[in-house]
């Protein structure tokens, strides 16, 4: 039961705070008594609807205007991301771009209403499956484990049988050879023996032919001293040795290794089957023309990158070593001097609001922060041309080697390098070595590269794999694309400034051409970026002069 129609309960006039509720203005949202009703309609500013409180329609409840108690808030201020009543306009909410509350609303119920669907119909099946999955690898693990266990023990059992049948082979052939050995040297004794006797026996019959001093007994006198002389061989033997051919890192070699265990994060996704989240426009549909904002004069004779601080503050860099910040006013509010007094080479914003910017001359990166430079980090072999900020607070770096042979990307976390992206599947360069490649991180982490030598965008998903590459859309223009600075909005949209045709290409995220921003009086567009209400703030290459579009 609604507790606002509760018997148990006595419902007041939201006016008088006494009389008893009988009616409600559906425009107001707010709940009358009789004789409130016409000091409400009294109020000719308003188109009114009272209705019987009964009959009141489900419609939005506007939020009370906090500085202003009587009033609802009807438009949203979009500068200060707040709903504000009529009254708030004419004040401090004077000259902010105001959106229809009843509209945004719509807006944000069709978004949410959208979400819905996709959370139940899409998404949470997803996760449920991966819950299933994990459940799936966690019974699977066991099994596996024990499976490799087994597989090493029985490894280690065969081991020992072979070992085993080397050692008693091994035995055997000791045993062998010390029984040859054995062998020789006794038939060598034996042979020396008889020498021996032999030797012996000669000896008696000289002293006795000697003592007889018989002719004849001296006269038959064989000598055998030159038969003695020869004396038997000498056998060297060289005895056996046991050596051990393989160590230890050897024998863990040959038992057998395991894998390390590898363990990866993918980017896991879902396709949309139905048709209907395929249909689903932006929440943010293209304006039909862009509208210029406003027109900023940086005094710069060549301006090569623009950075949003906020919706209203810009960094600026050019071909003098002076770094400026501006307001939506042109209003110079702060300089930066490089510290080798060179040009910058890029510009970028990071998520806590500090300055970056290359030096190509001292191959650095280097943060401004309260007024301090400090050097992030140092290249060698490699000098650092443009950079953007990641979402999360990483940085993305293009550089050229020192023989302008080479281009990559680089991402930094923390003044250490994380990753590089230089080669395709098929180990080809996936960027030209020219050196001017704007670079920008896309909301589904893509990251976009402007390649000015290869007349080409160039787009890489967060593992460095190409998903396309964009290389102009002739319909309108007449001259050869050539992309300079880029930038992506809220809606993962891509916008390349083209130099040569003087305008804004916008892509989708999957590369798809979706029109051109060639209106504003936009000439030579160099670097480009936008706020957080996608508002386009173009560098003029020419002039010094920086547009922001609507």
Not at 343 to 372: E, M
Not at 446 to 469: E, T, W
Not at 496 to 517: E, K, S, V, W
Request: charged share 25%; with cysteine; net charge neutral.
């Amino acid at each position: 039961m609604d507790p606002r129609t509760s018997a148990q309960e006595l419902i007041l006039c939201e006016l008088c705070k006494t009389g008893a509720l009988q009616s409600h203005c559906e425009l107001c949202q707010i709940n009358l008594c009789k004789a409130c009703v016409g000091e409400h309609l009294s109020d000719s500013s308003k188109r009114h609807n009272v209705v019987p409180y009964k009959h009141r329609k489900s419609t939005p409840n506007y939020p009370k205007c906090a500085k202003h108690a009587q009033k609802h808030c009807e438009l949203y201020c979009e500068k200060c991301d707040i709903p504000v009543c009529i009254t708030c306009i004419s004040s401090e909410h004077k000259g902010h771009d105001l959106s229809d509350i009843q509209r945004l609303f719509s807006s944000k119920t069709v978004e949410s209403e959208r979400d819905l669907r996709e959370l139940r119909k899409e998404i949470y099946p997803v996760y449920e499956k991966i819950a299933s999955d994990l459940n799936s690898e966690k019974v699977n693990l066991q099994e596996h484990f024990e499976k490799l266990t087994i597989e090493i023990t029985k490894q280690g059992e065969d081991w020992h049988r072979e070992i085993n049948i080397i050692v008693n082979k091994r035995k055997s052939e000791i045993d062998e050879m010390k029984a040859k050995y054995l062998a020789l040297l006794n038939k060598q004794q034996e042979k020396i023996k008889r020498a021996i006797s032999d030797v012996n026996q000669s000896i008696l019959d000289l002293n006795e032919i000697l003592d007889s001093n018989e002719v004849s007994l001296t006269c038959a006198y064989k000598s055998r001293n030159a038969e003695f002389r020869n004396l038997p061989p000498k056998v060297n033997v060289q005895l056996p040795s046991f050596s051990s051919q393989i160590n230890k890192e050897q024998l863990h070699e040959m038992f057998g290794s395991l894998c390390a265990l590898s363990i990866t994060t993918a980017q896991r996704g879902y396709i949309m089957e139905t048709s209907e989240a395929v249909s689903c426009p932006p929440v943010k549909p293209l304006l039909d023309e862009p509208e210029l904002i406003t027109t900023i004069d940086t005094k710069y004779k060549n301006l090569f990158s623009v950075a949003c601080l906020t919706d209203d503050e810009i960094w600026t860099c050019g071909d003098i070593d002076i770094i400026n910040f501006y307001n939506n006013k042109g209003i110079l509010l702060k300089s930066v001097q490089t510290k080798t007094r060179s040009w910058p080479g890029d510009i970028a914003v990071t998520r806590s609001g500090d300055l970056v910017y290359t030096d190509n001359v001292s191959r650095t990166v280097n943060l401004v922060k309260k007024n301090q430079i400090q050097e992030l980090f140092r290249l060698r072999g490699w000098k650092p041309y443009y950079v953007c900020s990641t979402s999360s607070g990483d940085l993305l770096v293009t550089m050229i080697s020192n023989d302008k042979k080479e281009s990559k990307v680089v991402h930094y976390s923390d003044s250490s390098e994380k990753q590089t992206i230089q080669f395709d599947d098929e180990d080809k360069p996936l960027f030209s070595s020219h050196h001017v490649k704007y670079i920008s991180e896309n909301r589904n982490q893509d990251i976009c590269v402007a390649d000015l030598g290869a007349n080409a965008v160039v787009v890489v998903d967060q593992a460095g794999k190409l998903r396309f590459r964009y290389t102009g859309h002739r319909s309108t223009t007449s001259e050869p694309f050539e992309p300079h600075g880029i930038t992506t909005d809220s809606q993962s949209q891509i916008l390349i400034a083209d130099t040569n045709n003087h305008c804004i290409h916008i892509l989708d995220q999957h590369g798809q051409f979706l029109r051109y921003i060639n209106n504003c009086d936009i000439s030579f567009p160099s670097g480009l970026c936008t706020d957080k209400r996608d508002h386009v703030f173009v560098a003029q290459w020419i002039g010094g002069k920086v547009k922001k579009i609507k």
